[in-house]
Structures are given as structure tokens and as C-alpha cells.
């Protein structure tokens, strides 16, 4: 079988999740596109999906008789109200990262996908199904004891002049939020940030760095820069410390050049490149699952539990140096 894909919101991460279905994964065509800005959809329409139908509105790709299942690549704030309408029509959904901006848009996805009995929702969380995550998941599973302490930095080269102060969380600390929890099989009780010296690259209205502190159930203490202005490159970076050894995320496969009197390693500098295979590998589990009527990996309680821990950090931003509780409420059986 053919799954039959309609994509909403046809911007970077629209064209590119396209680009991967039409021309690289297998099992799967896409047959409709739609973006508010109609003239994005058509010109993905040209580059990728000739054959595709593209819809003025979302409501009506996701009712379209010829779509079987629907990626939400749209705006984060408009995510909540095209993931409902797809779990009202039946279908299987992959929502890009956040599944909703407020933590009550998440339960209310939580709830409508428990009223339905099934998992239809993927939230695109790819660090999950990252080579260099699975690694360390296995290394901290089964070899340096119990963990306690990890050290990450989340480091962008720039970001758009849109790019505001909690969008540090929002935006970029939500991978981490959801990765940890993964890595660790645990769940946030605090969170905590203090800002160091501003950086000369960041405009008015942006905090950066910052240094976010994250305390686990079982007592694992987090520290993650995030860094957005960074400048040299996009440098992801975790380490865990466990009470028998230490264990590094590995760095991205580059060439290790000698010349000139120097030994040099390239950095990459686009998201897109970084986690180039996790979002391949990531699509065909969305793919295998929604060709059978359902959704795996992350779901949507991991959207809402991040969407609960993520609102904490802001608040912790907002009264910067306080420690700010997260508490989580009881998980329907649905997401055991
Ligand atoms: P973008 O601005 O390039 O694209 C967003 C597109 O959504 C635009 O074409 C815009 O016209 C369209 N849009 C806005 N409102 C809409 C609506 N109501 N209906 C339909 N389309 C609408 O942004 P992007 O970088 O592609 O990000 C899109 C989403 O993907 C965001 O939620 C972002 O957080 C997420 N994202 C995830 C990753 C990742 O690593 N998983 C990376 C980048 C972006
Ligand atoms: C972007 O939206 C992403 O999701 C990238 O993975 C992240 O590194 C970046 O900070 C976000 O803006």
C-alpha cells in the first residue's frame, strides 16, 4: 500500500519533509499540499510534487477523501487546531515540534486522541531516532551505572530577528526537554535559568545565552546552554555523567583534515544537515505505523509533557535564578 500524504505549511521544514517522501523514503506519495501563503504550496507543488492537489485551507486537506494521513509543518501556534481536526477525521498525524504553544492546547489533543481509543499522533521530536542518540541511550542503559549529572549545549550560528527570548525554550530547549526525558526514562520536577553576559550578537528583545538547570524525579541535575548567536556553528553537545563513567553524545561524522601546518574538523552550521537521517528514519516510522491506521513514537502525552515543562522554563525566565516546581498530572493508559 501507498500512504497517501497531505502536508500543511509548505515553508523550510514543509519543503524539505516533502522533498524526503517524494524523492528519498519509500511507501509513501504525496498527493496534497496547503500553506497559507498559497504561492509556498504551488511553488513545492513545482520543485517536488507535480501531482499533488494544493488546498487554500488545511480543514480541507485533512477532509480530502484522497488523503490518507496528514504532516503538520505549519506555524507553531496553528499546530493544536490542525492536529484536532486530523484526529477528528481519523487520521494518522506527525505534528512538527511544538504539538501545541500552551500546555492546555496539548491536553486538549491528549484528550481528543484518548476519546478516539487509538494513537494517531507523531510529535517530531527526531533527536529520538538520531544515531548518535540511540548510541547513547545504549551506552547509558547498560554501562556507566546510574546517571547523574548531564551537561548539554543546544548552539545556533544566528536566528531571525523574530526570534524572541522564550523562544529559547519554545523553539530550541524543547528538543532537549524531550530528549532527556527519553535518554533518562525520567520526567522534569524544576527548572531553573540564569543568564550570563549577553552576547554583542543578540538584539534587544533576546537574552542570549542562557543556561537553563533542569532537575529529574530521580534527582539527575541537567545544565543546558543554549546559545542562538553563537556564531561558529550549530553544535549540539550531551554528556552524561553516571556513577561508573562518562558518556558523549558523538560528534557528526566529518572529514579530519591535515593541512597547513593545522589538523582541522568542519562543524555544520544548518539544523537541516545535522539531523538529516534522523528525520529520514523518523518519517518512516510515521509512515509504517499511519499505513496501518495508527502513530508510534513520540506522542502526544511527550508533546504535552514537554509543552508543561517548557512553560516552566519561561516562567523560571521570567523570574530568573528561582527554582520553578513541575508537576505533571497522571498519564492515561493509552500512552503505557
Ligand atoms: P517556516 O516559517 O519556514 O514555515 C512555516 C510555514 O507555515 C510558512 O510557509 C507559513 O506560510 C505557513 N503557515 C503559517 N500559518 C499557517 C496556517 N494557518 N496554515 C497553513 N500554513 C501556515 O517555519 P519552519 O522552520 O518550516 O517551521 C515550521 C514548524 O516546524 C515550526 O513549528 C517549527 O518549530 C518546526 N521545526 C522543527 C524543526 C525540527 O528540527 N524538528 C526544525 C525547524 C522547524
Ligand atoms: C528550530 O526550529 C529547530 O527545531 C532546530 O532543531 C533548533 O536547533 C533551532 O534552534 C530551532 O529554531
Known sequence: MTLKIGVIGTGMIGRDHTRRIAQVLAGAQIVALSDYNPDAARAVQADLAPNATVYDKG??????????????????????AYVLA??????????EKPLATTADGAKRIVDAEVAAGKRL??????????????MLKEVVDN???????????????????????????????????????????????????VFPRKSSHAHAQLADPQIVLLETAKGVRIDVEIFVNCRYGYDIQCQVVGEEGLANLPEPMAI????????????????????????????TDFIK?????TASG???????????SSDACVEAQEKTGQIIPITLPARPALYD
Open 121 to 134: 499522533v507523531q510529535v517530531g521530536f527526531m533527536r529520538r531516532y538520531d544515531a548518535g542518540y540511540r
Open 298 to 308: 513520540p506522542s502526544s502525552w511527550d508533546g504535552y509533557v514537554a509543552a508543561i
Open 59 to 80: 480543514e480541507d486537506l485533512i477532509a480530502a477523501p484522497e488523503v490518507d494521513a496528514v504532516l503538520v509543518c505549519s506555524t507553531g501556534s496553528t499546530h493544536e
Open 86 to 95: 486530523a484526529i477528528a477525521a481519523g487520521k494518522p498525524c506527525f505534528c
Open 143 to 193: 554501562q556507566i551505572g546510574t546517571p547523574l549529572m548531564v551537561h548539554a549545549a543546544h548552539r545556533n550560528p544566528t536566528v531571525p530577528d523574530q526570534y524572541l527570548t522564550p523562544m529559547a525554550i519554545h523553539d530550541t530547549l524543547i528538543h532537549e526537554i524531550d530528549v532527556f526525558r527519553w535518554l533518562l526514562d525520567d520526567d522534569y520536577v524544576s527548572a531553573q535559568v
Open 256 to 283: 579530519t583534515l591535515r593541512k597547513n601546518a593545522t589538523l582541522q574538523n568542519a562543524i555544520m552550521t544548518d539544523w537541516k544537515d545535522r539531523f538529516v537521517d534522523s528525520y529520514d528514519v523518523e518519517l
Open 289 to 293: 505505523a499511519a499505513s496501518q491506521g
